[in-house]
């Protein structure tokens, strides 16, 4: 099946540190979308992004659908505690009705 | 709160039982979907519905089956339950069917099978 590979899989930073994110892919890309999810609760949606080049922010965190359409970062600047989490990358692949997930970036912060 | 809505929250049950999942999509949302998420492990999507009729299929089971109703709610039924049924099933919701639109989540279910 389709392929998201999303890097790092794991992250341990110190408060105050920007952290940063990926998800690539060999397929085309229409929609990429970052959710972040805490433990036992449901993916909240961060950001969406529609199209090639797009940079979008909300708050402290900044995302940007890659130029080839294959691939998405995610940033966030100045990490808090309540960050902490998993943050999944999704998207949707050209001619394809369901999204795809990454296996996840679980960051942990040291305060 | 994203406005999805599951019940119940968490679910025990036994080996070789039936148990039903009950998800209520965003207000003016018409595509629901089911995703399942093992312990530590991504996101599996299992089906999604639009306005009442079945649009796409993932790796769901030939043991599980859903519905979306009239009222544009929807339940996953699970049957024949293994050990390996438990994991965290969570409902998202979308505007429309089709590209680009946002999927938001409901807070899941977590289901345990003894």
Redesign the interface.
Known sequence: GQQLNQSPQSMFIQEGEDVSMNCTSSSIF??W?W?KQEP??????LI?L?KAGELTSNGRLTAQFGITRKDSFLNISASIPSDVGIY?C?G?IQGA???V????TRLTINP | D?G?TQTPKHLITATGQRVTLRCSPRSGDLSV?WYQQSLD???Q?LI?YYNGEE??K?NILERFSAQQFPDLHSELNLSSLELGDSA?Y?C?SSVA????Y???????T?LTVT
């Open positions: 229409n929609t979308l959710y036992g609760e449901g993916p909240v949606l969406a529609y999944f999704a949707l009705q369901k999204l997930f990454g296996q996840g | 994203s999805v979907y492990q991504g996101l999507f999604q649009r796409a993932g965290l969570f998202a069917w089709g590209v680009g946002e999927q938001y989540f409901g807070p899941g977590r």
